[in-house]
């Protein structure tokens, strides 16, 4: 079993709609989570982290929190062509400062 | 703005020969770290360091050293580069948790 899991995709959606990433972790005792993007040929940027249950919203963008079912979500709304990217979700396994990266959802925004 | 400098974007090295990489931060972060990303594996921790001369094995350090003089710089080494170590290389600074700031990657070919 990976220890952060993602779908790979690619993930599909038309511009204006509402972009659901997922994310699954296996140590139950991780505190924080935080999810990156990366657009082709450039390296990870971090958009969103969260460390309380429930819902964290920034613009556009919600992570969701579910510890119990140790699943991590990152909703995008009104969704533009600029956000087609790779969005990684990472875990500081162990409890410790090393995150662990999942292998990432494509997602494209088709016009 | 935080910057992570790697020395060379592209490499092309033939088996057996010693490998640098060299990363600068100018932002007095106390941790780095060397990634690697290939394609369906996602973005796998080589080594990391929390402070000068100290260093943490990551997921995948075998093949590889690391080297941390100066607070600054993060240096990955390969003693005897071997084809299955084509990659991209990515090194990153953080001051603490998960917001890591990533260098522009280093794409080694070992022939």
């Known amino acids: 079993q990976k220890e952060v899991e993602q779908n790979s995709g690619p993930l599909s959606v038309p511009e204006g709609a509402i972009a659901s990433l997922n994310c699954t972790y296996s140590d139950r005792g991780s505190q924080s989570f935080f999810w990156y993007r990366q657009y082709s040929g450039k390296s990870p940027e971090l958009i969103m982290f969260?460390?309380?249950?429930g819902d964290k919203e920034d613009g556009r963008f919600t992570a969701q929190l579910n510890k119990a079912s140790q699943y991590v979500s990152l909703l995008i709304r009104d969704s533009q062509p600029s956000d087609s990217a790779t969005y990684l979700c990472?875990?500081?396994?162990?409890?410790?400062?090393?995150?662990?990266f999942g292998t990432g959802t494509r997602l494209t925004i088709i016009p | 703005d935080v910057k992570v400098t790697q020395s060379s974007r592209y490499l092309v090295k033939r088996t057996g020969e010693k490998v640098f990489l060299e990363c600068v931060q100018d932002m007095d972060h106390e941790n780095m770290f060397w990634y690697r990303q290939d394609p369906g594996l996602g973005l796998r921790l080589i080594y990391f360091?929390?402070?000068?001369?100290?260093?943490e094995k990551g997921d995948i350090p075998e093949g590889y050293s690391v080297s941390r003089e100066k607070k600054e710089r993060f240096s990955l080494i390969l003693e005897s580069a071997s084809t299955n170590q084509t990659s991209m290389y990515l090194c990153a600074s953080s001051l603490m948790g998960g917001e890591l700031f990533f260098g522009e990657g280093s794409r080694l070919t070992v022939l």
């Open positions: 969260i460390y309380s249950n």
């Open positions: 990472a875990v500081p396994l162990g409890g410790n400062e090393k995150l662990t």
């Open positions: 360091s929390y402070d000068v001369k100290m260093k």
